[in-house]
């Protein structure tokens, strides 16, 4: 079975930077991505880690640790548009995602 | 290109009765995906066509929920005798074979509230 854990709810301030953690337990693994999603839209890809490490895209770097099972997104300079949940999901075995609940982040000024 | 689109944007509907939604992917996505998302979780696998076959089928799509993707094209999802439980957001998500990693996209999604 698959099983993803990421916090519920965090909050930061306008301009500084915050790490949302996601753990996961999968019987296949193909690659973890992150998606945005603001209240009541669609989600937005964000990023995708298949190899462990760091990618960097402006503002966004995710980082994947296979043999542990995490991975991260973090967020730079944060703008009060930022707020929105924060998803985390697997890609095993099929071309399904499984979706951990979301992370919602308040940006605070 | 105007992205994954999905009709209506809202149903509101009483219990048993049958209601159908409609997804259109972006027009050169060959896979497609139904997502159900209630309130504070994330998106939850339903089905999956690549073309017109239905390729795979959650636990969770239970034999009131039917999808069709006639054509390989739309798609549409049924669902009959509502119940209650069925109220939810139903997103729908095209990708295309060929890329090197399956990023989805998603449309707007189609609010369900059972009465």
């Given amino acids: 079975g698959q099983n993803i854990d990421q916090p519920t709810e965090m909050t930061a301030t306008e301009g500084a930077i915050v790490q949302i953690n996601c753990t996961y337990q999968t019987s296949g693994f193909n690659g973890l991505f992150w998606y945005q999603q603001h209240a009541g839209e669609a989600p937005t890809f ?7 490490g760091l990618e960097e895209k402006g503002r966004f770097s995710s980082f994947l640790s296979r043999s542990k099972g995490y991975s991260y ?37 | ?26 027009s050169e996505h060959n896979r497609l995906y139904w997502y159900r998302q209630t309130l504070g979780q994330g998106p939850e ?13 959650s636990r969770l799509l239970s034999d009131r929920f039917s999808a069709e993707r006639p054509k390989g094209s739309f798609s549409t999802l049924e669902i009959q005798r509502t119940e209650q439980g069925d109220s939810a957001m139903y997103l729908c998500a095209s990708s295309r074979t060929g890329a090197s990693y399956n990023e989805q996209f998603f449309g707007p999604g189609t609010r369900l509230t059972v009465l």
């Fill in chain 2, 45 to 57: 696998f339903l089905t999956y066509f690549q073309n017109e076959a239905q390729l795979e089928k």
């Fill in chain 1, 73 to 109: 997104l973090l967020l730079k300079e944060l703008q009060m548009k930022d707020s929105a949940s924060y998803l985390c999901a697997v890609g095993a075995g099929s071309y399904q995602l499984t979706f951990g609940k979301g992370t919602k982040l308040s940006v605070i000024p």
């Fill in chain 1, 46 to 52: 964000l990023s995708y880690n298949v190899l462990d």
């Fill in chain 2, 1 to 26: 290109d105007t992205g994954v689109s999905q009709d209506p944007r809202h149903k509101i509907t009483k219990r048993g009765q049958n209601v159908t939604f409609r997804c259109d992917p972006i």
